[in-house]
Protein backbone atom coordinates (compact mmCIF):
# COMPACT_ATOMS: atom_id res chain seq x y z
CA UNK A 1 0.00 0.00 0.00
CA UNK A 2 1.26 3.56 -1.20
CA UNK A 3 1.94 5.66 2.25
CA UNK A 4 2.96 9.24 1.90
CA UNK A 5 4.34 11.53 4.47
CA UNK A 6 4.91 15.51 4.48
CA UNK A 7 7.62 16.85 6.42
CA UNK A 8 9.10 20.16 6.70
CA UNK A 9 6.31 22.88 7.07
CA UNK A 10 6.98 25.66 9.89
CA UNK A 11 6.30 28.49 10.91
CA UNK A 12 8.08 31.61 8.70
CA UNK A 13 8.26 35.31 8.39
CA UNK A 14 7.09 36.79 5.16
CA UNK A 15 9.70 36.38 2.28
CA UNK A 16 11.25 33.77 3.65
CA UNK A 17 11.87 30.72 2.12
CA UNK A 18 11.12 26.55 3.02
CA UNK A 19 11.54 23.35 1.46
CA UNK A 20 8.55 20.13 2.04
CA UNK A 21 9.48 17.12 1.46
CA UNK A 22 7.34 13.62 0.74
CA UNK A 23 8.60 10.81 1.68
CA UNK A 24 6.62 7.63 -0.24
CA UNK A 25 6.35 3.98 0.51
CA UNK A 26 4.56 1.02 -0.63
CA UNK A 27 5.13 0.75 -4.29
CA UNK A 28 8.44 2.13 -7.18
CA UNK A 29 8.09 5.73 -6.62
CA UNK A 30 9.74 6.35 -10.00
CA UNK A 31 6.55 5.02 -11.67
CA UNK A 32 4.40 7.49 -10.17
CA UNK A 33 3.50 11.30 -10.85
CA UNK A 34 3.88 13.30 -8.29
CA UNK A 35 1.35 16.92 -7.10
CA UNK A 36 1.65 19.15 -4.25
CA UNK A 37 -1.80 20.78 -2.66
CA UNK A 38 -2.33 23.05 -0.43
CA UNK A 39 -5.53 23.89 1.68
CA UNK A 40 -5.96 26.60 3.81
CA UNK A 41 -9.34 26.95 6.47
CA UNK A 42 -12.57 27.20 4.78
CA UNK A 43 -10.92 27.21 1.33
CA UNK A 44 -10.90 24.25 -1.15
CA UNK A 45 -7.61 22.25 -1.73
CA UNK A 46 -5.80 23.98 -4.26
CA UNK A 47 -3.09 22.54 -6.83
CA UNK A 48 0.32 24.35 -6.31
CA UNK A 49 3.13 21.99 -9.03
CA UNK A 50 3.56 18.89 -10.24
CA UNK A 51 6.25 16.74 -11.24
CA UNK A 52 5.95 13.82 -14.45
CA UNK A 53 7.54 10.10 -14.08
CA UNK A 54 9.96 11.99 -16.60
CA UNK A 55 10.65 15.06 -14.76
CA UNK A 56 8.97 17.85 -16.43
CA UNK A 57 6.92 20.24 -14.24
CA UNK A 58 3.64 21.94 -13.97
CA UNK A 59 2.52 25.38 -11.83
CA UNK A 60 -0.11 26.99 -11.69
CA UNK A 61 0.53 30.71 -12.68
CA UNK A 62 -0.67 31.89 -9.34
CA UNK A 63 2.51 30.16 -7.85
CA UNK A 64 5.23 29.89 -11.08
CA UNK A 65 8.27 31.83 -10.06
CA UNK A 66 8.50 31.05 -6.20
CA UNK A 67 7.87 27.03 -5.91
CA UNK A 68 9.83 24.45 -7.43
CA UNK A 69 8.86 20.64 -7.45
CA UNK A 70 11.58 18.32 -7.70
CA UNK A 71 12.04 14.35 -6.84
CA UNK A 72 14.82 12.00 -6.27
CA UNK A 73 13.52 8.20 -7.40
CA UNK A 74 16.71 7.02 -5.85
CA UNK A 75 15.48 8.57 -2.14
CA UNK A 76 11.59 7.70 -2.68
CA UNK A 77 11.55 11.84 -2.44
CA UNK A 78 9.42 14.50 -3.43
CA UNK A 79 10.25 17.81 -2.28
CA UNK A 80 8.45 21.41 -2.76
CA UNK A 81 10.90 24.33 -2.81
CA UNK A 82 9.10 27.71 -1.78
CA UNK A 83 10.50 31.39 -2.39
CA UNK A 84 9.62 35.01 -1.09
CA UNK A 85 6.68 33.57 0.86
CA UNK A 86 3.62 35.22 1.19
CA UNK A 87 0.76 35.54 4.18
CA UNK A 88 -1.46 33.88 1.38
CA UNK A 89 0.94 30.73 1.32
CA UNK A 90 -0.40 29.77 5.00
CA UNK A 91 -1.85 26.31 4.31
CA UNK A 92 -1.54 22.32 5.08
CA UNK A 93 0.97 21.34 2.20
CA UNK A 94 0.14 17.61 1.14
CA UNK A 95 1.96 15.88 -1.49
CA UNK A 96 0.23 13.01 -3.58
CA UNK A 97 1.03 10.52 -6.25
CA UNK A 98 -0.81 8.85 -9.23
CA UNK A 99 0.74 5.98 -11.44
CA UNK A 100 -1.58 7.32 -14.60
CA UNK A 101 0.11 10.41 -14.76
CA UNK A 102 0.12 14.32 -14.57
CA UNK A 103 -3.32 14.97 -15.96
CA UNK A 104 -4.62 12.48 -12.86
CA UNK A 105 -2.65 13.50 -10.33
CA UNK A 106 -3.96 17.52 -10.61
CA UNK A 107 -7.07 16.14 -10.61
CA UNK A 108 -7.75 12.81 -8.56
CA UNK A 109 -4.87 11.65 -7.51
CA UNK A 110 -5.11 7.81 -5.99
CA UNK A 111 -3.38 8.31 -2.70
CA UNK A 112 -1.94 11.59 -1.15
CA UNK A 113 -0.53 12.32 2.30
CA UNK A 114 -1.98 13.38 5.66
CA UNK A 115 -0.05 17.30 5.12
CA UNK A 116 2.17 19.67 7.08
CA UNK A 117 1.46 22.90 8.06
CA UNK A 118 2.93 26.21 6.40
CA UNK A 119 2.25 29.65 8.18
CA UNK A 120 3.63 32.71 6.74
CA UNK A 121 3.28 35.73 8.80
CA UNK A 122 3.92 39.67 7.69
Known amino acids: QVHLVESGGAWVQAGGSLRLSCSFS????????VAWFRQAPGNEREFVAA???????YYPDSVKGRFTISRDNDKNTALLQITKMKPEDTAVYFC????????????????RGQGTQVTVSV
Open 96 to 111: AVDSRGTREVRTAPLY
Open 26 to 33: GGTFSTYA
Open 51 to 57: ISKSGST
